[in-house]
């Protein structure tokens, strides 16, 4: 069930699309690492949630700088720029706005399914295609990700290990290394004691475990 009504959709595309290029544009963030912050500071779950504040009340640049200020506690006043042509950052934003509300996902599922800003933009050519072809893409990147095991499931299966074999050695809860190996958690995120539990038990470096 989608969040929000279609009629706040065109704002919506527009808010994100403004955001992630007066992020990365005029202030220089990375682009995938504005929109983690974009999810970690909870902004993404405003949007996903349909709060009418910020799919239709603030502008794309008030947004990313409620994003800096919730993460760095400091407050972006870069002005931003008026281009004539739009920025493969605004298309990126605008597009995943639109992917998000039809398919009605999490913005981190789409980011750690394969499609963060950058993979997106990866993808400009079908900018002037009609948004269902961005969609069918999308479906397909998403889709490929979902099968393949991740880098976990990966070594444990390799060391002949079953979930649960890894969680009684590891103190890892058998749910959280599900979780993970369905990458429905990051792994990325996870604390320093459980990855380093985890990588202890596989005989592994951190690193071997993250995508």
């Known amino acids: 069930m989608r969040a929000y009504d279609e009629s706040y959709l065109n704002d919506a595309m527009d808010a994100l699309g403004e955001m992630l290029d007066y992020a990365v544009v005029d202030c220089g963030y990375d682009a995938d690492e504005f929109f983690e912050w974009f999810i970690v500071s909870g902004v993404a779950t405003q949007f996903e949630q349909g709060n009418p504040k910020f799919v239709a009340g603030m502008s794309g640049v008030e947004i990313a700088r409620d994003v800096v200020f919730r993460i760095t506690g400091s407050r972006e006043m870069r002005p931003a720029t008026q281009s004539i042509d739009r920025s493969t950052e605004y298309w990126a934003g605008w597009i995943l706005a639109y992917y998000q509300w039809y398919r009605a996902l999490r913005f981190t599922d789409i980011a750690n399914g394969g499609l963060p800003p950058s993979a997106v933009i990866e993808r400009y050519i079908l900018h002037e295609a009609d948004v269902s072809k961005f969609v069918e893409a999308a479906d ?10 991740t880098p976990l499931a990966k070594i444990r ?9 890894l969680a009684d050695a590891s103190g890892v809860s058998l749910r959280m290394i599900q979780l993970y190996e369905q990458r429905r958690n990051n792994l990325a995120k996870a604390s320093v004691a459980v990855t380093l539990a985890l990588a202890r038990v596989l005989g592994c470096q951190v690193e071997d475990l993250v995508e």
């Open 140 to 149: 397909a990147v998403l889709s490929t990700r979902a099968q393949q095991p």
């Open 157 to 165: 299966a390799n060391r002949g290990m079953t979930q649960q074999e």
